[in-house]
């Protein structure tokens, strides 16, 4: 993503925790990555560092992946404002970024976390805190501004997405951003198809497309 101008936690009980501070209310949740400083981090590689996210849950806690997912927000005019992001330079850390990517965390029976390494807020956050605090409202907004959310599941992000950096290369082949230190994410059929999950066109593309809304009401519910 780029911006415009302008392990798991001590004890045997394995109860989730809010890893940077306190015990997060109300939450039976299992803990399914370290703490924020101990994960793969890469700045402005938002969706390896997803990806590096799924890898993580998936080597350690398996049956725990199916309830993950991955989400792409963007829009046609690739100007989405986020609030509450830690690039951000104003007193409420906004940026604009032309794409982010985030891993949802939501087991049955359970309310959903969003784990941003982005983020300001605590690592994880309760989905609704999360969408309050970081998208706030289209409603105030133009419409070239307003959010849209590929909503992918993690296992099929993990097995299909590749990406050989290229929105980070300028014209003679140096970097604009450092990228990661590991080799590139790639398959065995495919080295570079990030586009597709940018793209918030709903008639093609992996996974679901769907307007702030539409995801608030997917994934938001009170404790049971």
Known sequence: MSKEQT????????????????????????????????????????????????????????????????????????????????????????????????????????????????SELPFPTHFHKYVTETFRTDQVLDPDYFRYFRVVPAAQYLQNFASDRRHWRKADNTWLKAPPPYPLISTSACSHNMDQYVDMDQTKGPGQVLNLTQIVKRFYQQST
Not at 24 to 36: A, D, G, M, T, V
Not at 57 to 80: D, G, M, W
Not at 99 to 113: D, I, N, Q
């Open 7 to 118: 392990g798991p936690a001590a004890g045997s009980t394995n109860k989730f925790e809010r890893q940077d501070t306190a015990t997060l209310p109300n939450s039976n949740i299992i803990n399914i990555l370290p703490l924020r400083s101990n994960c793969v981090y890469t700045s402005g590689y938002c969706e390896e560092n997803v990806w590096k996210m799924c890898e993580d849950v998936a080597s350690r806690l398996p049956s725990e992946l199916q309830h993950c997912y991955v989400v792409f927000v963007s829009n046609k005019a690739r100007t989405i404002p986020l609030w509450r992001q830690r690039a951000g330079e104003t007193e409420d850390k906004l940026v604009i970024y032309d794409y982010h990517a985030m891993l949802l965390y939501m087991p049955p029976g359970e309310r959903c976390v969003v784990y941003d390494l982005d």
